[in-house]
């Protein structure tokens, strides 16, 4: 049982616990709980984030939010010592998205903890990135559906079998976003009906934002657009757009000669005009290629993790990703 259930348990004893005591006991062990950075939150820890900022948003003043992954740092890169693996366990809630991250998913099977959100459970994965090998992988969407809930489609990439970046698309970002306030619910019964208001009301801004999205591109001239690795397929599936990578779903991965052939065909068939890299990556295979094929470079955040998360959150970046895909497609 975590600290966090056995305080609960101890206050439900009100003056029967005070005159035993037990009030100021449960105090200091939430004091020294490694996850609680305030006694009587709800510790929860994100694997990286966009499930930090769920978490945050939907959790408000009644969760500690703890990131894994380090302001500006890259995600799949994240490795954990024994001691941040150990402290798992001592959450009241785990936020992450399997697949995403070998060492979180290890330290999440290892540590046991009683509640976990999984963000792949809450809603459907495609194959993303075939393109790069001169296939076509992009799987139909059904754009425009009101039932967003994950669990009402079938799941043809089960596990850990397609692409990560599911939060790119406002619509199953928001199919998370219901899933992790259920699991917040689960793991502090007594604010069910908070993270109930603040999940719906997330979900209001996620379906405003997609219809931003869907007005904001809707008159282009383009559907073309360049990028250093294939982060953006379901924004791309969403919005009937194509994502000519240079690199596939893994950012590490180098492109053979044949690839950047293949790319000089496409920008000027297509007539591409920019060649995007991200803001927490080296911009020198964008440069090299824009530089090639006289085409422009910008910036398209894959939103995995923030240099200034004061200055800059989920719906900023997205906006600003929105105002660089209008410009480099054309939209009027």
Not at 39 to 49: E, H, L, R, S, W
């Amino acid at each position: 049982m975590s600290v966090m259930n056995t305080r609960r348990r101890l206050i439900r004893t009100g003056a029967a616990a005070a005159a035993l005591g037990l009030g100021t006991l449960s105090a200091t062990a939430c004091g020294n709980d490694a996850g609680t950075s305030d006694g009587g939150k709800v510790d929860v820890v994100a694997a990286f984030y966009p499930m930090e900022y769920l978490a945050e948003q939907i959790g408000g003043e009644h969760v500690s939010v703890r990131n894994l992954t380090k302001p500006g740092a890259e995600p799949h890169d994240l490795e954990l010592s024994p001691r941040e693996t150990g402290q798992l366990s001592e959450a009241d809630l785990v936020v992450y998205l399997k697949g995403l991250q070998p060492a979180v998913d290890e330290a999440v099977e290892q540590s046991e903890v009683a509640h976990t959100a999984e963000a792949t459970s809450f809603t459907t994965l495609e194959e993303h990135g075939s393109d790069v090998h001169g296939e076509e992988g992009h799987a139909e969407d059904d754009h425009g559906e009101d039932d967003h809930e994950g669990h009402d489609h079938d799941h043809d990439h089960a596990d850990t079998g397609g692409d990560p970046h599911v939060w790119l698309d406002p619509v199953r970002y928001a199919q998370i976003a219901k899933g992790v306030g259920k699991k917040l619910g689960e793991a502090d019964p007594d604010h069910k009906s908070t993270y109930d208001r603040k999940t719906k009301a997330l979900v209001k801004r996620l379906d405003a934002l997609d219809s931003r999205f869907e007005e904001g591109l809707k008159k282009r001239t383009g559907d073309t657009f360049v990028t250093t690795h294939a982060a953006f397929g379901y924004l791309a599936d969403r919005y009937e757009l194509h994502e000519e990578a240079v690199s596939g779903i893994d950012p590490e991965s180098e492109p053979s000669a044949s690839r950047m052939k293949e790319l000089h065909a496409v920008a000027k068939e297509d007539d591409v005009s920019t060649v995007f890299f991200e803001d927490n990556a080296s911009d020198k295979t964008a440069r090299t290629l824009a530089n090639d094929l006289d085409l422009e470079t910008g910036v398209l955040s894959p939103l995995e993790s923030l240099k200034n998360p004061k200055k800059q959150d989920y719906f900023s970046v997205m906006e600003q990703n929105l105002s660089a895909l209008r410009t480099a497609l054309g939209a009027r």
